[in-house]
């Protein structure tokens, strides 16, 4: 047995027996943690929803600085991006979508201190300075201002207080990896007006070799900084102003090249592509005739390095009136996303297909709730008005088979462009205009002292203009198409929630939840593929417990879910004309299903576990696409089973300072990448590690220590592209073992 699974059943085994070690401490219990899922803030343990919460110390603690980085610490939460600082594939219950065009929506919402991040690119940003981040697991319309049917990433930064606080954070670690991180807020006017400041820097080397100039690339470099204001002129008055900014001037990533096209007859695979064993071989090559063939997974050849330069800018006003028996909140925010990167995407050192993604979007959004304010009283509701107003704006260029124009020079013909042949520069100059509005609203009623009842509905409307076309050679118009729609439907949640005594309560749920249709945001080549798309629907079963137990030294969260889902918004692709495209349409339904468990453990004062465990089916039914049958095959991006979990415990030390060490472990059984669920289009099942340990002073502001992150060096694929008639794959590797070291001072 290797120090991997041992390591891994060591966590799973800590996990497992917390309620064993129960009675070696009569003092220890876990900590309450307080949510705002439901717009107010409650007892994670009263909330009739499958939800985890994770601190900002815990987050610190696993190197978390941006939305990617929570892959797997939540059941049932799968987070890649092939992107280096846009676009993240947000994945929960295996709904979500894998589209990374800047007009696309998720069906899993993002929300930074209670504003509905819209655009994919922006995202990324703003994973500083936290108090704590909850991922709610289904459909989430009742409650939240933009309805969203597979879940929900709530983000809480610190707020400003009344006392002076300051906070600094600096880690170094392998590839001159720096983390930066600094706060400072406090009063202005005491109990009037208190602000608070922060920012964040993140660069590295890179960590993979370009064998064509000698430099490394996949670095990062960006920088992110928040500024607040909370005026409070009166017990029942406040106002929390905000302003943030993000700028990326890091690498755009740089991809592993895998050959495809055989050039030997024994190369050829059952598929009619490679045969797996000779793909780095070099009897099998990319149309162009290049192949990888050193098997260094982080090492290329690329004759374009590029830049994923990201701007982000983003604004609100969030008032609350206490009116006595009831409040007024207005949510009120602006942000804006530009980004302009320019992407070696064939991975060679040719000219096969470069991209420039080019793309601006703005968004403004108005939420306005009145909730009621009695924690006792028998009737609690919410009810509120969303509107939204947003402009994207892409301009993306792909450079086609720039190497073979030389073949098509004639003298009508200087540039050597060819239509025919796909050898051009190829846009997609579009503008779409989003106007949203919905009301929404949720009761919860105590029927008895135990049983209580819950009823949500939901009203949306989305109205879209969408001028498009697809140009060739910046001049030749090949398609246009304006056409406008309007989105609308219902959805809604009925509840049962039943305590059965102080420390268990059970729950029953159903929910509806739909994601709105739109029109496709890529390279179209045919009328049809501009056709809108519909609303998918999603009907959500679940069953839950939550229980602490041991004189709550133990928290443990259940649930079960069963999901019909119909009318799927499904990304996939098609060869048109020669090209291979990427096309969205409403192509299937399916049937999803599995159960989850959450567990926090104190069995010591000085000893904290926490752990995760996912099950999950998730298959299409009836699913054709261009003559394919992917009936009965796996959802992208959804793994059987995927575990987490971590292990804390403190060494009190005879000064009064202590020893502070941590190890986590996470799993992820087998995925798919795409809808055909090709084997050269998955990972196996994979496990990381990572361990910490540090220093921390008797009045615990300052800590100092080391850290490891993946520690036994696990390569995996983070995401994996196929450009089948260009003869390639893209494969994106995850982030090499990390050694560090950190310190940290809180004032």
């Given at each position: 047995?290797?120090?991997?699974?041992?390591?891994?059943?060591?966590?799973?085994?800590?996990?497992?027996?917390?309620?064993?070690?129960?009675?070696?401490?009569?003092?220890?219990?876990?900590?309450?943690?307080?949510?705002?899922?439901?717009?107010?803030?409650?007892?994670?343990?009263?909330?009739?929803?499958?939800?985890?919460?994770?601190?900002?110390?815990?987050?610190?603690?696993?190197?978390?600085?941006?939305?990617?980085?929570?892959?797997?610490?939540?059941?049932?939460?799968?987070?890649?991006?092939?992107?280096?600082?846009?676009?993240?594939?947000?994945?929960?219950?295996?709904?979500?979508?894998?589209?990374?065009?800047?007009?696309?929506?998720?069906?899993?919402?993002?929300?930074?201190?209670?504003?509905?991040?819209?655009?994919?690119?922006?995202?990324?940003?703003?994973?500083?300075?936290?108090?704590?981040?909850?991922?709610?697991?289904?459909?989430?319309?009742?409650?939240?201002?933009?309805?969203?049917?597979?879940?929900?990433?709530?983000?809480?930064?610190?707020?400003p207080t009344q006392t002076f606080t300051a906070d600094v954070a600096a880690e170094y670690?392998?590839?001159?990896?720096?983390?930066?991180?600094?706060?400072?807020?406090?009063?202005?006017?005491?109990?009037k007006l208190a602000f608070r400041v922060a920012g964040q820097y993140v660069a590295d080397?890179?960590?993979?070799?370009?064998?064509?100039?000698?430099?490394?690339?996949?670095?990062?470099?960006?920088?992110?900084?928040?500024?607040?204001?909370?005026?409070?002129?009166?017990?029942?008055?406040?106002?929390?102003?905000?302003?943030?900014?993000?700028?990326?001037?890091?690498?755009?990533?740089?991809?592993?090249?895998?050959?495809?096209?055989?050039?030997?007859?024994?190369?050829?695979?059952?598929?009619?592509?490679?045969?797996?064993?000779?793909?780095?071989?070099?009897?099998?090559?990319?149309?162009?005739?290049?192949?990888?063939?050193?098997?260094?997974?982080?090492?290329?050849?690329?004759?374009?390095?590029?830049?994923?330069?990201?701007?982000?800018?983003?604004?609100?006003?969030?008032?609350?009136?206490?009116?006595?028996?009831?409040?007024?909140?207005?949510?009120?925010?602006?942000?804006?996303?530009?980004?302009?990167?320019?992407?070696?995407?064939?991975?060679?050192?040719?000219?096969?297909?470069?991209?420039?993604?080019?793309?601006?979007?703005?968004?403004?959004?108005?939420?306005?709730?009145?909730?009621?304010?009695?924690?006792?009283?028998?009737?609690?509701?919410?009810?509120?008005?969303?509107?939204?107003?947003?402009?994207?704006?892409?301009?993306?260029?792909?450079?086609?088979?720039?190497?073979?124009?030389?073949?098509?020079?004639?003298?009508?013909?200087?540039?050597?462009?060819?239509?025919?042949?796909?050898?051009?520069?190829?846009?997609?100059?579009?503008?779409?205009?989003?106007?949203?509005?919905?009301?929404?609203?949720?009761?919860?009623?105590?029927?008895?002292?135990?049983?209580?009842?819950?009823?949500?509905?939901?009203?949306?409307?989305?109205?879209?203009?969408?001028?498009?076309?697809?140009?060739?050679?910046?001049?030749?118009?090949?398609?246009?198409?304006?056409?406008?729609?309007?989105?609308?439907?219902?959805?809604?949640?009925?509840?049962?929630?039943?305590?059965?005594?102080?420390?268990?309560?059970?729950?029953?749920?159903?929910?509806?939840?739909?994601?709105?249709?739109?029109?496709?945001?890529?390279?179209?080549?045919?009328?049809?593929?501009?056709?809108?798309?519909?609303?998918?629907?999603?009907?959500?079963?679940?069953?839950?417990?939550?229980?602490?137990?041991?004189?709550?030294?133990?928290?443990?969260?259940?649930?079960?879910?069963?999901?019909?889902?119909?009318?799927?918004?499904?990304?996939?692709?098609?060869?048109?004309?020669?090209?291979?495209?990427?096309?969205?349409?409403?192509?299937?339904?399916?049937?999803?299903?599995?159960?989850?468990?959450?567990?926090?453990?104190?069995?010591?004062?000085?000893?904290?576990?926490?752990?995760?465990?996912?099950?999950?089916?998730?298959?299409?039914?009836?699913?054709?696409?261009?003559?394919?049958?992917?009936?009965?095959?796996?959802?992208?991006?959804?793994?059987?089973?995927?575990?987490?979990?971590?292990?804390?415990?403190?060494?009190?030390?005879?000064?009064?300072?202590?020893?502070?060490?941590?190890?986590?472990?996470?799993?992820?059984?087998?995925?798919?990448?795409?809808?055909?669920?090709?084997?050269?289009?998955?990972?196996?099942?994979?496990?990381?590690?990572?361990?910490?340990?540090?220093?921390?002073?008797?009045?615990?502001?300052?800590?100092?220590?080391?850290?490891?992150?993946?520690?036994?060096?696990?390569?995996?694929?983070?995401?994996?592209?196929?450009?089948?008639?260009?003869?390639?794959?893209?494969?994106?590797?995850?982030?090499?073992?990390?050694?560090?070291?950190?310190?940290?001072?809180?004032?």
């Open positions: 047995m290797n120090m991997k699974t041992l390591w891994l059943m060591g966590c799973a085994l800590a996990a497992l027996s917390a309620g064993a070690a129960h009675a070696q401490d009569s003092t220890a219990m876990v900590e309450e943690i307080v949510v705002t899922a439901q717009k107010r803030s409650e007892n994670l343990q009263d909330v009739p929803v499958a939800l985890t919460a994770i601190t900002g110390q815990a987050l610190a603690n696993q190197g978390v600085n941006n939305v990617v980085a929570l892959n797997n610490l939540a059941p049932g939460l799968r987070v890649s991006s092939g992107d280096a600082a846009a676009n993240p594939k947000i994945f929960i219950r295996g709904v979500g979508l894998s589209d990374f065009n800047p007009n696309s929506s998720s069906g899993v919402g993002v929300y930074v201190d209670g504003v509905y991040i819209g655009s994919p690119l922006a995202q990324m940003a703003g994973f500083f300075d936290l108090a704590q981040v909850e991922v709610l697991r289904g459909p989430q319309g009742t409650l939240y201002g933009r309805n969203t049917n597979g879940g929900a990433i709530n983000v809480t930064t610190k707020r670690a392998t590839y001159n990896a720096v983390n930066l991180t600094a706060a400072v807020g406090g009063p202005i006017v005491q109990d080397d890179g960590f993979t070799y370009n064998r064509v100039t000698g430099n490394d690339v996949n670095a990062t470099d960006y920088w992110a900084g928040r500024a607040q204001l909370l005026f409070t002129p009166s017990e029942d008055f406040e106002v929390l102003a905000q302003v943030n900014r993000f700028v990326n001037r890091g690498d755009a990533t740089a991809p592993q090249h895998r050959a495809l096209f055989p050039a030997t007859p024994e190369a050829v695979g059952p598929t009619g592509f490679c045969a797996p064993a000779l793909y780095s071989s070099g009897q099998c090559t990319d149309l162009l005739g290049y192949a990888d063939t050193d098997n260094d997974r982080y090492a290329g050849d690329y004759n374009l390095e590029g830049k994923d330069k990201v701007d982000l800018f983003g604004s609100s006003l969030e008032a609350n009136w206490d009116l006595g028996p009831v409040s007024l909140v207005s949510v009120t925010a602006y942000q804006w996303a530009h980004r302009n990167a320019l992407e070696n995407t064939d991975s060679s050192p040719l000219q096969m297909i470069e991209i420039n993604y080019l793309s601006r979007s703005q968004q403004f959004t108005q939420e306005l709730r009145l909730q009621s304010n009695d924690p006792a009283a028998r009737l609690k509701w919410v009810a509120g008005l969303y509107y939204m107003d947003e402009t994207i704006k892409n301009a993306t260029q792909q450079d086609i088979l720039r190497d073979l124009r030389p073949l098509f020079v004639t003298p009508d013909n200087p540039t050597g462009a060819s239509l025919e042949n796909s050898v051009a520069v190829f846009g997609t100059p579009y503008t779409q205009k989003t106007k949203g509005y919905a009301i929404f609203g949720q009761a919860d009623y105590s029927l008895n002292d135990r049983l209580t009842a819950t009823v949500g509905l939901r009203w949306s409307a989305d109205d879209k203009d969408f001028d498009y076309r697809s140009t060739a050679e910046g001049s030749i118009i090949l398609l246009e198409s304006k056409q406008s729609k309007t989105f609308s439907d219902w959805s809604g949640r009925l509840g049962l929630r039943y305590e059965v005594n102080d420390d268990v309560n059970v729950y029953a749920t159903y929910s509806r939840g739909y994601k709105a249709g739109g029109f496709f945001g890529g390279l179209a080549t045919t009328p049809e593929e501009l056709e809108p798309y519909d609303n998918e629907i999603l009907d959500a079963y679940e069953v839950g417990v939550k229980s602490e137990l041991f004189d709550r030294r133990v928290r443990l969260n259940m649930s079960a879910f069963y999901y019909d889902y119909q009318n799927q918004q499904v990304f996939a692709q098609a060869v048109r004309n020669g090209l291979t495209v990427l096309v969205l349409d409403n192509a299937a339904s399916s049937k999803v299903y599995g159960a989850e468990a959450d567990l926090t453990a104190r069995p010591t004062e000085n000893l904290s576990i926490t752990a995760g465990l996912s099950l999950l089916n998730a298959k299409y039914g009836e699913y054709e696409s261009d003559g394919d049958d992917f009936t009965d095959n796996r959802l992208p991006q959804s793994p059987k089973v995927t575990f987490n979990a971590a292990v804390n415990y403190s060494f009190p030390l005879a000064s009064g300072a202590s020893i502070v060490t941590s190890a986590d472990a996470a799993y992820s059984s087998k995925i798919y990448f795409d809808n055909s669920n090709a084997e050269r289009l998955s990972q196996d099942g994979v496990w990381i590690a990572g361990a910490q340990a540090s220093w921390r002073s008797p009045d615990t502001s300052i800590e100092a220590g080391v850290f490891a992150r993946n520690v036994f060096n696990e390569d995996y694929f983070v995401s994996i592209s196929n450009i089948d008639s260009l003869g390639q794959d893209l494969l994106t590797y995850n982030r090499p073992r990390s050694l560090g070291v950190f310190l940290r001072y809180h004032y």
